[in-house]
């Protein structure tokens, strides 16, 4: 067989629209707004990459474009998918590649490339940025499991050439739409609605918001999150930075078990036996695959930040249930994780914040200086509990001249004023469905 007729079969695997005219209903999973998104998006001509997390949706997403795509028109054989996680295609270079296609397809330049981790292709971007500079294509898209080596590469040879996305698991406001409850208004709710909202957050919390898990037995959860932690153990951090994968895994579990804690970094040392250099290094490729984020107080100076411990997030709170084997003591946490993904969502800048009074758990900066305090605190029960979150979070607003903050709670709802500063009381769920960007 020759090279040409041995990249088209494996083309052809992948691109069954072009035997089929269309993209079989098990790929293209259920229509999330991000896919309208880059859609409406298709208009402008800069190369689309499409970031985040392994199995977020990002592969998903791409069969949503291709089927519009099809829907409007566009003939089949114009439209390519490469997915470089095929090992059978990491003999040939992207160009070996991309001649065969138009050799034995002959589309016209007005096609549409797809690139499905194209992180595993050395040279990707040298390539891109040619055909993308001759026309040889009308829109790209690339999908990327890494952050840094997407903006690193991006940032020095796709400069003013791309529009960049990044895919979270689900929110919680997807979550109930792929459970089939709609809340247009969360001020206007029945109580069957709102029981049903209750449950779906605590679904929510236990399992996640990865789009496959939402749809797997729970029976197989856990499994299939475990092989989720697995994939990105190996796959995006073992398998790209060479770490060791032992190493690697107990790390992992340690910081996911320990979220939404401040990581001393000389208490992991001691109770995992290797190198503080180690363990910073290992956290960076872990923040690199997604898994999680390393949150720095908010300081104005450096020196201070870099002197403090970093609080730790993960990407997903199913997954890190699912590798820590704890969930309703945790709860609190877990709900602090949940908010703080919420707001990466939206792109905000967080930190949390601290004084002898007490700790906030984020600052949202917008620019120069901080726009909003928030709480969280998921049982308000005791007296004591909350005056001391009152007390930190008031503490933070006269800091940052703020004149409002929110404490957000299981199901408590109210406002108090303190000083002309009204600190806003709002259950979880609800401030979920009304959290805009």
């Given at each position: ?11 052809a695997?992948w ?12 790929l ?13 998006l ?8 499409i970031?985040?997390v ?8 791409l ?27 990491a ?7 991309y001649?065969?296609y138009?050799?034995?397809?002959n589309?016209?330049f ?13 040279g ?13 294509a009308?829109n790209?898209?690339?999908?990327g499991s890494s952050?840094?080596?997407?903006k690193?590469e ?13 895919v979270?698991?689900?929110?919680f ?29 605590k679904k929510?919390?236990e ?6 898990i ?6 197989y ?9 697995e ?18 895994k107990e ?16 208490n992991a040392?001691n ?18 695959a ?10 104005p ?25 704890k ?31 007490g ?6 900066k917008?620019?120069l ?15 004591r ?5 009152v ?13 409002k ?9 109210a406002v108090?004023e ?11 769920w ?8």
């Open positions: 067989m020759s090279m040409k007729q041995d990249i088209m079969r494996i083309l695997d691109n069954v629209w072009w035997e089929k005219n269309e993209v079989p209903q098990n293209l999973g259920q229509k999330r707004g991000i896919s309208n998104e880059l859609i409406d298709m208009e402008l001509k800069e190369i689309k990459l970031t985040g392994r199995r977020s949706g990002k592969s998903t997403i069969y949503q474009i291709i089927e519009h795509l099809l829907n409007k028109g566009v003939p089949s054989k114009n439209i390519l998918l490469l997915n470089f996680e095929d090992a059978a295609l003999h040939y270079s992207p160009e070996e590649i001649e065969s138009l050799s034995e397809l589309p016209a007005d096609n549409f490339v797809f690139i499905d981790e194209v992180q595993r292709k050395e990707w971007e040298n390539w891109i940025r040619k055909k993308y500079d001759l026309k040889h009308t790209f898209f690339v999908t952050a840094p080596l997407l690193k991006y940032s020095t040879l796709l400069t003013g050439r791309n529009i960049s996305e990044e979270f698991p689900l929110s406001r997807e979550f109930l739409d792929f459970s089939g409850i709609h809340v247009d208004n969360a001020e206007i709710i029945s109580t069957e609605t709102r029981s049903k909202v209750l449950f779906n957050l929510y919390l399992w996640g918001g990865f789009p496959e939402f749809f797997t037995n729970e029976n959860k856990r499994r299939l999150l475990n092989q989720y932690f994939d990105i153990v190996y796959k995006d951090i073992v398998g790209r930075y060479g770490t060791n994968s032992v190493k690697t790390l992992g579990v340690y910081l996911l078990t320990n979220i939404a804690n401040s990581l001393s970094m000389r040392r109770a995992l036996g290797f190198g503080l250099e180690t363990i910073s290094d290992y956290i960076a490729y872990m923040v690199e997604y898994l999680l984020y390393a949150v720095p107080i908010y300081s100076s450096l020196k201070i930040q870099s002197a403090n411990p970093k609080k730790i997030y993960c990407i997903d709170t199913g997954l890190r249930n699912a590798v820590s084997f969930f309703s003591e945790d709860v609190g946490r877990l709900a602090e994780n949940a908010v703080f993904v919420e707001l990466k969502r939206h792109k905000q800048d967080v930190y949390y914040w601290k004084n002898n009074i700790e906030v758990d984020f600052i949202v917008d620019g200086w901080p726009v909003e305090a928030i709480q969280v605190c998921w049982n308000l029960d005791d007296e509990t909350k005056k001391r979150e007390r930190a979070l008031w503490s933070a607003m006269t800091e940052f001249d703020l004149d903050g929110f404490i957000i709670t299981e199901e408590t709802e108090e303190i000083d002309g500063k009204q600190i806003y009381f709002i259950p979880m609800k401030w979920f469905l009304n959290h805009k960007t």
